[in-house]
């Protein structure tokens, strides 16, 4: 599904990845482990095609398709989601408009019709039933006075009325209570399917124990210096990051 | 991002959607403008000796004055003997139906979306149509007759209720009010008339569409709304012109008055031409537009939405004289490519326990100025006046502007003025995060200066406020920079 090889990419002309690799298939969930600064976000923002993010080197095929020359709502369209670390507030639109917005984008690039209200609003209802959110959030304007933890589980709403085939988790578990952090670990869960794959970027082992990856990467300076399977993520709880960051030299 | 700069480059030199001529035979007087001109455009319209002599007085007046200088807006000398003030459909005779009216001037409405038969028959919206000078087709005036409300063009309440216009025109915009105001009242051609009796509330939305057609020609329409106690009218205004290369003058007054407990909210849509995207062309909009709030509990509200014009100069007000009277102020400005837009309102507390509300919601594009102007004025006897003003600017790109004047003279203690006040440049971030979700970035900006001008167009009856969103969008367009 997902192949990128030899990514680098740079923030205002400094090299933050330094050549990644990764392969990830559909029914998999990996994540992406590592300490501050090592370019996870970066990697997240470029996958989503922030334009602040210059890549530099190496290429992304997404199904086969040249990623990185596709603008943010093309990847978007083609089925890739970014849950962001910092959801932005948009004033005086509503979620269930923003999101009927959004689906409706990505339904007409995919060939489907387009919802009217109606059927928007059952299809979504089932999804905030499932994610065990309740539906006064549609009628609030997006992000605007939630706390941390409402903006991340408006995160996991959007992706699972979008449905997308790759879905990428940017420390999603950050700043979250225990009891949030299991909403959004069940969400995610209940949205594991064959046929999609899902990269959860995170700084802590414990997001890990509510959503089991396939396999565990760890970064460290713009590289991914070592991969293995859950066990690595719990190593690594016990080690700390120093650990890792003797494999860069 | 090469097809996205393609996408936006294209947008950017979309045209003006409106700005088709139409083909008509029009009768003209000659340019320019003495007591002679006057005297032939009262003449033309069979006018009562009364009103030209309130033409010529203000016409005297007018020449004792000077255009005024002091909006944030730039334009070259306009030469007023070069138009021309009386421009008209030709061999117009009494209209019995709306059947009579010139295919060709019926074509234009229902290219512009309003088909004046469609909106007979279906939206309950009754329309006046004012072309170029004259008003060319007022529907739905029997089914308010029923009612006792008069709607009708100007000229025709000059004729036939010359008692109601003597008592009031001028009664808020005075003839010598300012320069503009001052010249429409010499030379107005034509606009719209209503009167909506005691105790009535009109069971529909009035509604006038203003269109300049001919060439240099200024269109100076006079709107006059009286709603006498008790009574409630609902009146919405739309304008659009053909593309041009030279600038065209429009002049107009409204006039409101709403005597004890009655209500009008005024709404407008102005999508004047704004000229092209190098600043050629376009309308200049200089309006005086005033709401007298003269019966105790009375309302006035004025609601706009201002995408059109190369320069707009706009202060629609209330005079709060009754006791307890409210007076509302909501706008949406945007300036884009090459617009300047100087506008905001004026509330004049005079009554007790006035109150006034301000929302102004500016947008700046492009090369585009965008300036909000206002003035509270609590007089001494306003015991217990309150104020709220909330103006908010947008950037969109980084060679706009947007400038903040608010003016505040408060002459009793007992009043509250409240004013907030912010400007903000249109967030990467939040465009980022709306294509992220697979919008692409002309529906992003728009989602986002949709949002930033929400509690503005919740005040517009439903369809208008569809209208406003969807002009909005395509005046938006390639305004990020």
């Known amino acids: 599904m997902l192949e990128i090889r030899n990514l680098h990419a740079q923030v205002d002309g400094k090299e933050i990845l330094k050549g990644i690799h990764l392969k990830m298939n559909a029914g998999e969930v990996h994540a992406i482990m590592g300490p501050n600064a090592s370019g996870k976000s970066t990697l997240a923002n470029v996958l989503a095609g922030r334009a602040t993010y210059a890549v530099t080197q190496g290429e992304i095929l997404f199904n086969g398709k040249n990623l990185l020359e596709m603008s943010p709502e093309q990847r978007a369209r083609e089925g890739i989601f970014l849950a962001f670390q910092y959801p932005v507030d948009i004033p005086g639109i509503t979620n269930s408009y923003f999101?009927?917005?959004?689906?409706?984008?990505?339904?007409?690039?995919?060939?489907?019709?387009?919802?009217?209200?109606?059927?928007?609003?059952?299809?979504?209802?089932?999804?905030?039933?499932?994610?065990?959110?309740?539906?006064?959030?549609?009628?609030?304007?997006?992000?605007?006075?939630?706390?941390?933890?409402?903006?991340?589980?408006?995160?996991?709403?959007?992706?699972?009325?979008?449905?997308?085939?790759?879905?990428?988790?940017?420390?999603?578990?950050?700043?979250?209570?225990?009891?949030?952090?299991?909403?959004?670990?069940?969400?995610?869960?209940?949205?594991?399917?064959?046929?999609?794959?899902?990269?959860?970027?995170?700084?802590?082992?414990?997001?890990?124990?509510?959503?089991?990856?396939?396999?565990?990467?760890?970064?460290?300076?713009?590289?991914?210096?070592?991969?293995?399977?859950?066990?690595?993520?719990?190593?690594?709880?016990?080690?700390?990051?120093t650990w890792v960051r003797e494999w860069n030299h | 991002m090469q097809e996205e700069a393609k996408t936006l480059k294209e947008i950017t030199e979309e045209e003006y959607q409106w700005g088709f001529v139409t083909d008509i035979e029009e009768e003209r007087i000659p340019s320019g403008l003495d007591e002679k001109i006057i005297q032939l455009l009262s003449e033309k319209k069979g006018e009562p000796e009364w009103m030209l002599e309130w033409r010529l007085r203000a016409y005297r007046?007018?020449?004792?004055?000077?255009?005024?200088?002091?909006?944030?807006?730039?334009?070259?000398?306009?030469?007023?003997?070069?138009?021309?003030?009386?421009?008209?459909?030709?061999?117009?005779?009494?209209?019995?139906?709306?059947?009579?009216?010139?295919?060709?001037?019926?074509?234009?409405?229902?290219?512009?979306?309003?088909?004046?038969?469609?909106?007979?028959?279906?939206?309950?919206?009754?329309?006046?149509?004012?072309?170029?000078?004259?008003?060319?087709?007022?529907?739905?005036?029997?089914?308010?007759?029923?009612?006792?409300?008069?709607?009708?063009?100007?000229?025709?309440?000059?004729?036939?209720?010359?008692?109601?216009?003597?008592?009031?025109?001028?009664?808020?915009?005075?003839?010598?009010?300012?320069?503009?105001?001052?010249?429409?009242?010499?030379?107005?051609?034509?606009?719209?008339?209503?009167?909506?009796?005691?105790?009535?509330?009109?069971?529909?939305?009035?509604?006038?569409?203003?269109?300049?057609?001919?060439?240099?020609?200024?269109?100076?329409?006079?709107?006059?709304?009286?709603?006498?106690?008790?009574?409630?009218?609902?009146?919405?205004?739309?304008?659009t012109a053909p593309m041009r290369d030279e600038n065209q003058l429009h002049a107009a007054v409204v006039e409101l008055i709403a005597l004890d407990n009655a209500e009008i909210k005024y709404s407008t849509i102005q999508n004047w031409y704004p000229g092209d995207k190098n600043g050629k062309g376009g309308i200049y909009n200089f309006v005086t537009k005033r709401g007298k709030c003269a019966g105790k509990n009375s309302k006035i509200s004025w609601t706009q939405v201002e995408t059109g014009s190369a320069i707009t100069w706009k202060y629609p007000g209330c005079i709060l004289a009754g006791d307890n009277s409210v007076g509302a102020f909501y706008s949406v400005a945007l300036a884009n490519h090459y617009q300047q837009a100087d506008t905001g309102t004026k509330m004049i507390h005079i009554g007790k326990n006035t109150r006034s509300t301000i929302i102004s919601k500016g947008i700046s594009g492009g090369h585009g100025q965008n300036t909000y102007r206002g003035l509270v004025r609590i007089l001494k006897r306003a015991a217990g006046a309150r104020n709220y003003s909330q103006c908010d600017s947008l950037l969109l790109g980084d060679k706009c502007g947007a400038h903040t004047f608010p003016y505040v003279e408060v002459n009793n203690s007992s009043s509250q003025l409240e004013h907030e006040a912010s400007t903000s440049k249109i967030s990467e971030d939040q465009l980022f995060y709306c294509r992220s979700r697979g919008l692409s970035q002309e529906d992003a900006v728009n989602l986002v200066v949709n949002g930033f001008c929400k509690t503005v167009f919740k005040e517009l009856p439903m369809e208008f406020a569809v209208e406003a969103q969807k002009l909005l969008g395509v005046s938006l367009e390639g305004a990020v920079g």
């Open chain 2, 61 to 239: 007046h007018w020449l004792t004055l000077k255009e005024p200088k002091w909006a944030n807006v730039h334009y070259g000398p306009i030469d007023y003997q070069a138009i021309t003030y009386y421009s008209a459909p030709k061999k117009r005779q009494e209209l019995k139906s709306l059947d009579e009216v010139d295919p060709e001037i019926r074509k234009t409405f229902e290219k512009l979306g309003i088909s004046i038969e469609e909106q007979k028959r279906f939206s309950g919206v009754a329309v006046d149509a004012v072309f170029d000078s004259v008003s060319v087709a007022t529907t739905f005036k029997e089914k308010l007759a029923e009612l006792g409300i008069i709607f009708c063009s100007f000229s025709e309440a000059v004729q036939k209720h010359p008692d109601l216009v003597k008592k009031y025109l001028g009664t808020v915009v005075p003839h010598n009010d300012n320069f503009f105001a001052s010249l429409n009242s010499a030379v107005f051609s034509d606009g719209s008339f209503c009167y909506v009796p005691k105790g009535v509330r009109s069971p529909m939305e009035l509604s006038t569409y203003f269109r300049i057609n001919a060439a240099n020609t200024g269109q100076f329409e006079r709107t006059l709304i009286i709603a006498d106690e008790g009574s409630y009218v609902s009146y919405l205004e739309g304008c």
């Open chain 1, 99 to 241: 999101l009927k917005a959004a689906l409706n984008a990505v339904r007409k690039y995919r060939g489907l019709e387009e919802l009217d209200a109606i059927d928007f609003l059952s299809c979504v209802r089932e999804k905030l039933k499932l994610l065990k959110i309740e539906e006064s959030l549609l009628n609030r304007p997006v992000n605007v006075g939630f706390s941390g933890g409402e903006k991340k589980k408006n995160e996991i709403v959007q992706m699972a009325v979008l449905d997308p085939k790759l879905a990428v988790l940017d420390e999603t578990d950050s700043g979250l209570d225990i009891d949030a952090l299991k909403v959004v670990a069940e969400g995610v869960n209940s949205l594991r399917k064959k046929e999609n794959a899902i990269l959860l970027i995170t700084h802590y082992q414990r997001l890990l124990n509510y959503i089991v990856p396939d396999y565990v990467h760890v970064l460290s300076d713009g590289k991914i210096v070592t991969s293995g399977g859950k066990d690595l993520a719990t190593q690594l709880e016990e080690k700390g990051y």
